[in-house]
């Protein structure tokens, strides 16, 4: 049973960076795919990033330049760089995650995760 924990969440000025990690257990061999959501209070959750096992990411517009999506195999983590952080960027942020995954090209896939993290917040004050 695969299972997520993500950390790295904290309050930060504008401008300034964080690096969220997801450490995920008991994914099998053979393809996958991971990614970072986030909700805001009041709105509802959205996506931020996905990236696939063999490395393919996508990124919602909102983040594009400002975060990056990247993975250790060998430890099976998922990171989110946050750079630039805005106001607007305070969430929860969540992880996820499907088994037997896979996509291509830089466009928003469209893929129901079945197993999420417990989040973890990021606050920017302005």
């Known amino acids: 049973q695969v299972q997520l924990v993500e950390s790295g969440g904290g309050s930060v000025q504008a401008a300034e960076s964080l690096r969220l990690s997801c450490a995920a257990s008991?994914?099998?061999?053979?393809?996958?795919?991971m990614a970072w959501f986030r909700q805001a209070p009041g709105k509802e959750r959205e996506v931020v990033a996905h990236?696939?096992?063999?490395?393919?990411?996508a990124y919602v517009d909102s983040v594009k330049g400002r975060f990056t999506i990247s993975q250790d195999n060998a430890k099976q983590i998922v990171y989110l760089q946050m750079n630039s952080l805005k106001f607007e960027d305070t969430a929860m942020y969540y992880c996820a995650a499907k088994e037997k995954c896979a996509f291509g090209g830089t466009a928003l896939p469209k893929i129901s995760y079945n197993v999420w993290g417990q989040g973890t917040q990021v606050t920017v004050s302005s």
């Open positions: 990236i696939s096992s063999g490395g393919q990411t």
């Open positions: 008991g994914i099998t061999a053979g393809d996958y795919c």
